[in-house]
């Protein structure tokens, strides 16, 4: 685990920006989670969230994305169905009763982003299926908790670690949470797992999303052919959740939480 990169720190004006960003995207995925039924297709959700951005202005911090080595990114959303764990590409597919899908979104405004991500239940699911739910959203809220002015950097992924763990479940390890601010990406690379007290201090200003990913199996992950899609190498279920959080002097702000939203 590498700390060497210096972690930004963000101005009141650029704090303003990202919460507005932040804002439209906590609205728009809460109008994408209730969407979600039996007979949708992950592309009415893509076409939902382009209109929403256009409608309202803001640009996409997903669609043409252009990571170093890989294609650029064809969408607005990531959307990923069951096994799929994150960076799911939306297209014809429908989701069918007992689904479960994420849904990964972030926009930009004045050339600061925000990002966000719910997993979200298609009709009934099992208390199997919910309880990974539950806890891959649990698991994030006691991350937040530990975003506290002083706390180590490995605090929030081993917090994250350890609630998964507890059920018998797996954290991914290759992909993490991560700064963010003028670049949808930047550093640090918060890993979901990890010893505590390690790391630099957590400082007001900074602005992080933490991402837990946890699959109902094991870790392993195993990229589709478009590049992009990341699905669990032993086909098991896989639930991501995400916010956008400012460190404040009183502790964190979440930025992509509105009422109703997870």
């Not at 960003?21 to 939902?48: C, K, N, Q, W, Y």
């Not at 899908?101 to 972030?106: E, L, Q």
């Not at 390690?198 to 195993?222: Q, S, T």
């Amino acid at each position: 685990m590498a700390f060497s990169e210096r972690i930004p720190i963000k101005t009141r004006r650029e704090i303003d920006i990202m919460r507005e960003a932040s804002r439209h995207v906590a609205e728009i995925l809460l109008e994408l989670r209730h969407m979600v039924a039996p007979g949708v297709r992950t592309a009415d959700l893509e076409d939902h969230a382009a209109k929403a951005i256009k409608d309202r202005g803001v640009q996409s911090s997903f669609k043409g994305y252009d990571p170093h080595g890989l294609p650029k990114y064809p969408s607005s959303l990531c959307v990923s169905v069951n096994e799929e764990i994150v960076h799911g590409i939306p297209g014809p597919r429908e989701l069918k009763e007992g689904d479960i899908v994420g849904i990964d979104f972030g926009v930009s405004v004045d050339g600061y982003h925000g990002d966000s991500a719910v997993t979200v239940a298609v009709g009934n699911i099992d208390e199997r299926v919910r309880k990974l739910l539950d806890t891959t959203a649990n698991a994030l809220c006691l991350a937040i908790e530990k975003m506290l002015p002083g706390n180590r950097l490995s605090d929030i992924g081993h917090a994250v670690q350890t609630r998964a763990e507890r059920e018998g479940y797996s954290v991914v390890r290759v992909f993490a949470g991560h700064g963010i601010g003028s670049k949808l990406h930047e550093p640090p690379w918060i890993p979901n797992y990890g010893s505590p007290g390690r790391g630099p201090r957590l400082i007001p200003g900074m602005v992080l999303a933490i991402e837990p990913m946890v699959n109902i199996g094991g870790a392993d992950v195993v990229m589709l052919e478009d590049e992009w899609t990341a699905v669990t190498a032993d086909g098991s279920l896989s639930a991501h959740f995400e916010h956008t959080i400012l460190i404040t002097e009183e502790g964190p702000d979440v930025l992509t939480r509105i009422e109703g939203s997870h």
